[in-house]
């Protein structure tokens, strides 16, 4: 029976340490920016609040589903920022956020590629990203032309 147990517990163990979610830089804006250009990839930035519960909900389901964590962490360097206080403060005026959560893709530039709000299904939001990857390789999108 322990032997049963065991191998239960280690099947249950593989399985969970191979789930995937959202792996966030920390660090400074400029630090996340410089990774972003070494590896020729976007920015994918949360602005969210402490308060705000649909931020706590992207968080704890969205943002931890393995398809969505093995997509954005491939794809993206990805970056979260409380937009009221801190670094986040200024970044969040700068790009003019006042709703949260609200998503930003970014070039390494600064240049804005897609910009989303809300609590959304993992299928839409991975939409988001797709939508910001279609425009970053399109040499004649706007946010390339203006970039």
């Known amino acids: 029976m322990k032997t049963v147990a065991a191998l239960a517990l280690i099947v249950i163990t593989a399985f969970s340490a191979q789930a995937q979610e959202i792996a966030f830089e920390h660090g400074s ?8 250009k070494a590896e020729n990839k976007l920015i994918f930035i949360d602005f969210y609040t402490s308060w705000c519960g649909p931020c706590k909900h992207m968080a704890e389901t969205v943002f931890k ?4 964590g093995k997509y954005f962490n491939s794809h993206f360097i990805n970056y979260k920022l409380d937009a009221e206080k801190g670094e986040g403060k200024t970044i969040a005026a700068r790009y003019q956020v006042n709703i949260y959560p609200t998503y930003l ?4 530039g600064g240049a804005v590629f ?14 988001y990203a797709q939508n910001a990857l279609s425009e970053f390789t399109d040499p004649n ?3 390339r032309l203006k970039s």
Do not use: Q
């Not at 893709?105 to 390494?108: E, I, R, S, T």
């Open 65 to 68: 589903e393995d398809m969505v």
């Open 114 to 127: 897609n910009k989303a709000i809300g609590n959304c299904k993992d299928t839409v939001f991975i939409g």
């Open 141 to 143: 999108s706007l946010p």
């Open 105 to 108: 893709f970014l070039d390494a």
């Open 29 to 36: 804006f400029a630090s996340v920016c410089a990774k972003a």
